[in-house]
Nanobody
Framework: QVQLVESGGGLVQAGGSLRLSCAASGSIFSINAMGWYRQAPGKQRDLVAAITSGGSTNYADSVKGRFTISRDNAKNTVYLQMNSLKPEDTAVYYC???????????????WGQGTLVTVSS
């Protein structure tokens, strides 16, 4: 009933930049927090950055100063600007949104399909 569609992944050299986008659509009533997670091969999925509807942000220590999360509440879209990329940033990046959807205000906890970011050294 709610879909998250990510875009913007790809291959980039170390030191380069990429911008990820994630748009939520469907019977959304309200989205509270939106975030980006990443999962490298053989590792668990970890939080990269999150942002609330009010604009409060939270970042993993490993990306502070390099990544910036932002959102357009009117478009239910979240962005992740990634600068100074490192090979260790290579992972599948997933978008997440929580809030409420549908006429009965069901709890929303939706995930995108993931977009691969590869940083070459």
């Amino acid at each position: 009933q709610v879909q998250l569609v990510e875009s913007g992944g790809g291959l980039v050299q170390a030191g380069g930049s990429l911008r990820l986008s994630c748009a939520a659509s469907g019977s959304i009533f309200s989205i509270n927090a939106m975030g980006w997670y990443r999962q490298a091969p053989g590792k668990q999925r970890d939080l990269v950055a999150a942002i609330t509807s009010g604009g409060s942000t939270n970042y993993a220590d490993s990306v502070k100063g390099r990544f910036t999360i932002s959102r357009d509440n009117a478009k239910n879209t979240v962005y992740l600007q990634m600068n100074s990329l490192k090979p260790e940033d290579t992972a599948v990046y997933y978008c997440n949104a929580d809030g409420w959807y549908g006429p009965r205000l069901n709890t929303l906890d939706a995930w995108g399909q993931g977009t691969l970011v590869t940083v070459s050294s």
